[in-house]
């Protein structure tokens, strides 16, 4: 095996939070509310059955080949030919939305705290920070996680609690007022956060207890719907229907915020919420490129092909997209498909073509 | 300015290089070929991305696939 670390299913939990949640707490309020209006709270809870269910495939694969992550099962399933081009296409596919993501955090950075920086500073130093986390292997991300999660959800739990003057509960009126209809549109988007969960495919073969892998998972499945709720409701509560006209409602909010003329500025805290979030996730999503690569070309180390790849993730992060308007749209439009048959569909293709040859192998053995 | 773009990316892959290959070992054949080949493929895209920075990319690609889906969504 070419990742010798390894880490807890609790750690696991810990690290797919902010994995998900960490891009979504900014911008997704207000791309959920532009179908679902009112009920944009609702979304997530819909949202999260995608969560579900690909921890769920993840965990099923997981126990046909316990050893091997997706890049390396998918020869064995789908045979050679096919099998690498299928890994070379998750390798490339994690490549495009880690680029997504670093560009994300980068315009975030850019447009509200930096302005005269240049992005590819933003976006260069971000990467190398992730990339020594990288080299450290799973173990390292693993406890980077546990350090900073609890930091960042009692920084969302203190925003949400210094707003709660200014919330006013009786905007979620009328509930569904136009029947279930919106806020099921409104769950295409972020199921394309929850599909992410895929990604526990990667990490499952390092667990120490790899039977309370699917517990800690769905743990975590379930606690980013719970924060995914909150920040919308902070959000429907705070501007209504009008969140729809801001790009970072709860950077908005957070700036909004001022008690006694005494604590002002806050958005600060949403800037180290960011910040910390995005490593984690920027982290672990090139890990699992980097360690998708290592497999896929057979390597029995992947660490000497870290930097090269963080280049390439620097050039996808400014390829992606022209300019922010662009990034949004895509993100808003055609990207949700995008992840969801990769990270959804091709999974669960997948592990029907593993039930259906376990069939026929028992069927054989039967008969011989 | 794009000579000095380019000469900055290659300074940043040879200091990259300088860095790692001292760290593999010499049996490791297959891993320094890898850093060589991806470190390449790096590097080209940058140049491509220097003389035409609105090439079309992955996304562009994307977007045309999922154009019909994404429809649903606009608004």
């Given amino acids: 095996m070419i990742e010798k670390g390894k880490i807890s299913a609790f750690q696991m939990g810990v690290m797919m939070y902010p994995t998900i949640f960490a891009t979504a707490i900014l911008s997704l309020p207000s791309i959920i509310a532009v179908q679902a209006g009112r009920d944009m709270w609702l979304s997530p809870i819909w949202a999260s059955t995608i969560g579900f269910l690909a921890v769920c495939i993840a965990y099923q694969l997981h126990k046909l080949y316990p050893k091997e992550t997706i890049v390396e099962y998918s020869v064995h399933l789908v045979g050679r030919i096919v099998g690498k081009i299928m890994g070379l296409m998750f390798i490339f596919f994690y490549m495009h939305l880690n680029g997504f993501i670093i560009r994300e955090y980068g315009e975030f950075v850019v447009g509200n705290f930096f302005v005269k920086t240049p992005i590819i500073v933003v976006i260069g130093s971000m990467v190398i920070v992730c990339a020594f986390a990288v080299r450290g292997g799973v173990e390292v991300l693993g406890r980077c996680a546990q350090i900073f999660v609890p930091i960042v959800i009692i920084l969302i739990l203190l925003i949400v609690f210094l707003l709660s003057p200014d919330l006013k509960p009786i905007q979620i009126y009328p509930i569904m007022e136009h029947g279930v209809k919106p806020s099921l549109m409104g769950a295409v988007v972020p199921s394309d956060w929850f599909s992410e969960f895929i990604v526990i495919s990667f990490l499952l073969p390092y667990l120490t207890d790899r039977e309370k892998g699917m517990k800690w998972g769905m743990i975590s499945v379930f606690a980013v719907m719970l924060t995914m709720v909150l920040s919308n409701m902070t959000a429907l509560f705070l501007f209504g229907i009008n969140t729809v006209g801001f790009r970072y409602p709860v950077m908005v909010a957070a700036r909004y915020i001022s008690l006694a003329n005494f604590l002002e500025h806050l958005e600060s805290i949403v800037m180290a919420i960011w910040i910390v979030g995005a490593f984690v996730k920027i982290s672990v999503f090139y890990y699992v490129i980097v360690l998708g690569t290592a497999q896929w070309l057979k390597l029995t180390d992947y660490r000497p092909i870290v930097w090269p790849v963080g280049f390439l993730l620097v050039l996808f992060s400014v390829w992606v997209a022209p300019n922010v308007q662009e990034m949004t749209r895509v993100v808003g439009t055609s990207i949700p498909f995008y992840l969801l048959s990769m990270q959804v569909a091709v999974p669960t293709l997948l592990l029907f073509i593993a039930f259906i040859q376990k069939k026929f192998r028992k069927k054989g053995r039967a008969k011989g | ?75």
């Fill in chain 2, 1 to 75: 300015m794009k000579w000095a773009a380019i000469l900055g990316i290659t300074v940043i892959l040879v200091l990259m290089a300088m860095y790692e290959w001292p760290k593999m070992d010499k049996k490791m054949k297959k891993e320094k070929s890898a850093f060589v080949a991806i470190t390449i493929i790096g590097w080209l895209l940058a140049m491509l991305l220097v003389f035409f920075p609105d090439m079309p990319g992955p996304t562009q690609l994307v977007d045309a696939i999922y154009k019909p889906l994404g429809k649903l969504l606009e608004k």
